[in-house]
């Protein structure tokens, strides 16, 4: 914990120096296939700072975001598995070194898939679930890429877009709302958005 808070707190720093703004990319580029520190605290110290470029900022985070979820994927289809359909020295160094990513919650993404295909991506990209594992296993288990980027862009960009607009419309009294409810509201949206579109699905 105290590595992590470490990290924190030097994911923070940026937000005080003139490459703010190239932390945030490469911070979003990271956290979508190794880094453990999603970028939205850099992304809210940021916007705090200047709220004449929260959308500018949200976009950067979003596009960085999509890219590393892209090297992620390239991770999964290249250098996941041997000939012999076994984990690969890489593989087994992420199931090792970066928190949460087991080899048992690899395979329960494979089995999420089979149902719901583009809402776990979507879910993993807006709520506090580990994003790399599922930009990783997307890529491992030969996922549609289209409907991968897609959900990617959707989810992420929800997410960081929110948080932008919450922190440029009430600026920093949210910060401290966003700070402790934000996991328990992304995943109350999400359950409730795809809940209307299974309502949808049975109703008609």
Not at 39 to 44: F, K, N
Not at 103 to 118: T, W
Not at 181 to 193: E, K, M, P
Request: aromatic share 20%; glycine share 6%; with cysteine.
């Amino acid at each position: 914990m105290k590595l992590l808070r470490n990290l924190y707190d030097w994911v923070l720093h940026w937000s005080q120096t003139k490459y703010g703004t190239l932390a945030l990319f490469l911070l979003a580029f990271a956290e979508s296939s190794f880094f453990p520190i999603p970028p939205d605290a850099l992304l809210i110290a940021l916007v705090l700072g200047s709220t004449k470029k929260a959308f500018k900022f949200a976009t950067v985070c979003l596009i960085g975001s999509v890219s590393g979820a892209l090297l992620g994927y390239a991770i999964g289809h290249y250098l996941w598995w041997t000939p012999s359909n076994q984990f690969t020295g890489i593989a087994n160094f992420f199931f090792n070194n970066i928190p949460s990513f087991t080899p048992q919650a690899f395979y329960d993404i494979q089995k999420l898939y089979v149902d719901y295909d583009f809402w776990i991506i979507f879910t993993a990209g807006f709520t506090p679930l580990p994003y790399k594992v599922i930009t990783i296993s997307s890529g491992a288990f030969n996922i549609n890429l289209v409907m991968f980027i897609v959900a990617s862009i959707i989810s992420r960009g929800a997410r960081f877009f929110l948080v932008a607009a919450l922190i440029w419309k009430f600026g920093p009294q949210i910060k401290l709302f966003i700070d402790k409810y934000f996991n328990w509201l992304a995943i109350a949206f999400t359950v409730l958005l795809i809940g209307g579109f299974v309502a949808i699905k049975y109703l008609l």
